[in-house]
């Protein structure tokens, strides 16, 4: 496997940094790794998920937010410009189709993708750990909800069955109930938690397994 830092530039001017795990032996879709709150690229699940889906075959890009490694939310409505720049950055060296996975956080900004960006490329969504924002910046969740009727495909909710900042399943399911346009899939994993400690590898190979099963 090859790793490589790379920088890309977003349509508004702001370079994001980057690590791309590039298998030897490739197989579709590649992945877009979108890291948390108080997070960057190379900390935390952006740090050990990438290497064990390149593990199966799929090219992935851990990359930077323009509010990495900030404690507070800041430039929430701009967020889809960094994934934008993070999807066509896939899309220009690996051709689709992209799946974009998030952890914590940036579920929110993956949720509001598709209506904030007006990009229908990306038609899975993997989102691990979604809806804790609901605890400390409701209007946010509020938005994700509104916004979700314009997801289209399929997404996979990966939740710490020992998360208690989820409220078990409750998260996952309004976010179900409000992606009417969507098929989405939830597991809770036993055992897990906000971070999925002592469970990577079990969260590594329901994302690889569920990818698997997509057409």
């Known amino acids: 496997m090859l790793v490589e830092l790379v920088t890309v530039t977003t349509q508004d ?18 992945i877009l790794m979108v890291h948390g709150l108080t997070w960057n690229f190379y900390r935390g699940m952006s740090r050990w998920l ?5 593990e199966a075959g799929h090219p992935c890009l851990s990359l930077n937010m323009r509010d990495h490694d900030l404690r507070e939310p800041k430039d929430f409505e701009l967020a889809f410009h960094d994934l934008r720049a ?16 998030g ?3 940036a579920c929110n900004k993956v949720v509001c993708y598709p209506a904030q960006s007006d990009d229908r490329r990306v038609r899975q969504f993997v989102l691990t750990t979604l809806g804790s924002v609901k605890n400390y910046r409701p209007d946010i969740w509020d938005t994700v909800l509104k916004l979700a009727p314009r997801i289209a495909g399929q997404a996979l909710v990966v939740q710490g069955a020992i998360d208690p900042s ?13 992606a009417t346009a969507a098929t989405v899939e939830i597991v809770l994993l036993e055992g897990a938690n906000h971070y999925f400690d002592g469970r990577r590898r079990e ?13």
Do not use: F
């Open 203 to 215: 969260l590594a190979d329901c994302i690889v397994e569920w990818l698997g099963r997509r057409p």
């Open 86 to 101: 993070g999807i066509d950055y896939l899309w220009q060296r690996w051709g689709g189709p992209a799946v974009v996975v």
């Open 50 to 54: 990438p290497p064990m889906l390149a």
């Open 13 to 30: 001017g702001v370079e994001l940094d980057g690590a791309v795990h590039d298998p030897a032996v490739r197989r579709a879709p590649s």
């Open 103 to 105: 952890h914590g956080y």
């Open 166 to 178: 989820l409220g078990g399943r409750a998260r996952a399911d309004e976010l179900a109930a409000a």
